[in-house]
């Protein structure tokens, strides 16, 4: 699988998400829709294929999914929970925006008999993302060899309107794919003031700083039917390389803005190693938006998991002085092999610190010389910065050299909380409040069972905690 498509509450509180989804191979290709529904983001149930090609050379390239309430489609006479699936078709020679409609919540759906309902004779125009603006429908869709991402209205979902286009801005790497426009909350010193703030998301591949795909994002203003971006920055979603075509969903309430990603990089995908157990890909953690200001630099989008109390269970380490100290957790018990962890710092302002305090976390194996290791420095020349090293994590990347094996990000503030969940084969870090997230993959030649977390170098005056907790796993009941 690749991209998270259509993700959406429904009324009954049942988050469904679709995926790019090849049911006949472990690499991309063949596009269907895939779909799984869950009560929380963590527990999944599989659901039969949403939407397949009509014929095996095309393809149900990515789109989106809204909850028509209010009949503006005419598809929904008799009800208010009616859903459209807005998606491209991809064939050999054009993509075109297409639309199907679903009267059972998004379980199956009928193609409309009108399609296509966006056609502008292109075969690199795709990924259309539908919002609800006041009163009329706003798609946002790239036009993806021109850089360009185009803003077209409608009334019914079925007739849409070229309104704007934002053209050139940000890296444009060779191809803009899978933009979003959302509305997220706006934080001030970590806590949310009621406002929310537009961002326009773009994605682009190859062409990311790190190598191969990437989400940039653009804070801005929206009145409808034209975008204008805050300031002329770029800023891209995650500092790692797993982390694309992030989507939000449909229908959450509006001071949640929750979104999921897909985990990967088409500059490996296909030759990951776990095609030998029959699987290839997973999504990011669902991840909970907001917009802040971060010192110099301006507006950062941060992100945490949403909700990862439907899975955190046992706390199995903690320390409220957790000053030039270190710990081995043993997790060799935790079945689901995850954990969330958490630590928060109190230090002097970086000007006052002399030495080099680090705070280090080292995943490893018993008789293994395999480890996954992140940290973060609070002093010296590289005061700010967060890292993850994938590159003693020997199951894959040795021969492959682009699977990069080293990342870092560097703030002005020192972070003042570094959390995050490690799976079998994913790390999800989040720095100060995830204004700074990285999300890496990596391949251990053994499943590893040991965490150890190091702050040494601290002033005496710094207020260090950690706590670990096991994380449920989420297909035991199924
Ligand atoms: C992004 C992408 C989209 C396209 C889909 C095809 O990863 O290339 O632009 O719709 O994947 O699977």
Known sequence: MNDPNGCFLDGNGTWHLYYQYNPTGLTAGNQHWGHATSPDLYHWTNQPIALFPPTPDDGVFSGSVVVDANNTSGFFPDQTDGVVAIYTLHTPTSESQYIAYSYDSGYTFTVYE?????????????DP????????????????????IGIFTSNDLKTWDHASNVTDIGLFGLLYECPNLVQVPLWENGKATGELHWVLIISINPGAPQGGSISQYFPGTFDGYKFTPSDGGTRISDFAKDNYAEQFFFGTKADEAVSIAWASNWQYTNNLPTASEGWRS????????????VERTGWEMGSLPYGIDAVRSRELSYDGDFVNKSVIVDYSNVTSGALYFEATFSLPPVKNITGVPTFNLTFSAPGSSDKLRAGYIFGGSNAGIGWIDRRNTSGYGGDD????????????????????????TILEMFIDDGAFSGTSLFFPQDKFSNLTLEAQGMPDDAKVTIAVWELNGVWDNQ
């Open 114 to 126: 009108g399609n296509p309902v966006l056609d502008i004779g292109s075969d690199q125009f795709r």
């Open 282 to 293: 997973v999504m990011s953690l669902p991840r909970m938006n907001y917009l802040t200001k």
């Open 401 to 424: 050299p682009l699977f990069t094996d080293r990342f870092s990000v560097a703030g002005v503030a020192l972070a003042k909380t570094i959390s995050g969940v490690i799976d079998r």
């Open 129 to 148: 993302k539908v919002i609800w603006y006041e009163d009329h429908w706003v798609m946002v869709v790239a036009y993806a060899t021109e850089f360009t």
